[in-house]
């Protein structure tokens, strides 16, 4: 074994390249096992910890929250990477906007980055501002500049807007992550109104393609575009029509974009998640019934924790992945991304 790779096995098991840090497989299945999501309570050496058992599996409790949904009013409460991810300067100076950043994937990303060495500004809808003032607090304990920016991405005007504060306010622009998102659940055609699916095509699509026309002028050589899809894209369920929809289009546009945009040296990639425990399922992307087995037909039994696609938003960022544009990364659980 080569320096490199010993350096490299060595991150990958101690989880210093951006995962967060395994822990003992006894503290895990203690803590999944009280229904809390499993976060290491010490740092030391790492174990290898079983992925089927690092979070709480189903059956969950039934939930129900008035949308877009609150991460602190979660039973169990979401992981979002608050007491677990360590970073190592891998996006020193950068400066980042990620839509929803408030809850879910988006604040794992946000936390990530900050602590990575990134200062961040998040959007959210001003019914989350208990969520965002957490995020706050975190990218601030981190060291790092946190700048809110509340509004509605329905709005072309308020898209143009969000982007040249967020700029203004960082001195900048180097990555953009597109990942807020409307999830409402219809078991069938018939029920999805024009409002409904207006709403969701804003959301998802209108807002992606109008901040980042609104980012370009902003991005440089090195900059990065992250665009969150979904596996629904390729395999949509019967009861979310119109959001797949939108996945699979975010998909389409993001490796349309990547080949435009390889001429300026700004990468474009999108995730593409499998089922995750946020504030999205309770709030309508789930009926209220489906929920206590989210996540139970993924080959790995449970759902996914943000905090476990934290690592894969500041690879995707970083400058490390310089040769990756264009591609869709998958964190789905074993269920067949492509
Ligand atoms: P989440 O509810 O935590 O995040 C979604 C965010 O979208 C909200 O926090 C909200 O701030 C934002 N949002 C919604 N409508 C908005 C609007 N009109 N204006 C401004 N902001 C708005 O849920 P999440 O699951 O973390 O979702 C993040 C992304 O992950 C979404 O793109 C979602 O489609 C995608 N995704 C989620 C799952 C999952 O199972 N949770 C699976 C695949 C993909
Ligand atoms: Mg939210």
Redesign the pocket.
């Known amino acids: 074994m080569t320096d490199e790779q010993r350096s490299l096995a060595r991150r990958l098991v101690l989880g210093a390249a951006g995962a967060a840090v395994p822990l003992t497989l006894a503290q895990a299945q203690g803590q999944a096992q009280q229904g809390q999501p499993a976060t290491p309570t010490q740092t030391g050496p790492a174990v290898l910890a079983d992925p089927r058992q690092k979070y709480p599996r189903p059956p969950f409790p039934r939930q129900e929250q008035p ?3 609150l ?1 602190s009013r979660m039973d169990p409460k ?1 992981d979002h990477g608050e007491t677990s991810y360590r970073g190592s300067n891998r996006l020193a100076g950068r400066r980042a906007l990620i ?10 990303a946000a936390i990530a980055y900050a602590r990575e060495g990134a200062d961040v500004a998040i ?3 001003e019914a ?1 501002e208990e ?2 003032r957490e995020v706050v607090r975190l990218i601030r304990e981190a060291g790092r500049k946190a700048v809110a920016i ?5 709005q072309e005007e ?1 898209c143009a807007r969000l982007v040249e504060q967020a700029a203004r306010d960082l001195g900048g622009l180097d990555i953009l992550v ?6 409402t659940a219809q078991t069938s055609i018939a029920d999805i109104t024009t409002e409904q699916f207006d ?1 969701t095509m ?3 699509l209108y ?1 992606l393609f109008w901040l980042t026309k609104a980012a370009l002028p902003h991005l440089r050589p090195g900059s990065a575009i992250i ?6 894209a390729y395999d949509p369920p019967a009861a979310l029509f119109d ?1 797949s929809g ?2 699979a289009a ?1 998909i389409a546009f993001t490796r349309s974009l990547a080949k435009q945009l390889a001429a300026q040296g700004i990468r474009v990639n999108a ?11 309770p ?1 309508g ?1 789930q009926q209220p019934e489906a929920l206590p087995q ?2 139970a037909e993924a080959p790995m039994g449970r ?2 924790q ?1 905090a476990e696609l934290a690592p894969t938003f500041v690879l995707l960022a970083s400058a490390e992945a310089s040769y990756t544009t264009g591609d869709v990364q998958g964190a789905t659980g074993g269920r067949p991304s492509s």
Do not use: C, H, M
């Open positions: 949308w877009p949904g991460a979401p839509t929803g950043g408030d809850s879910g994937i988006g604040r794992a959007n959210y809808l989350e969520d965002a509340p509004g509605d991405l329905r308020f597109n990942n807020a998102a409307r999830q709403s804003k959301t998802n807002a665009n969150t899809a979904s596996v629904v959001y939108t996945k975010i995730v593409a998640p499998g089922p995750f425990w946020t504030p999205l399922q709030s992307g989210f996540g759902p996914g943000p």
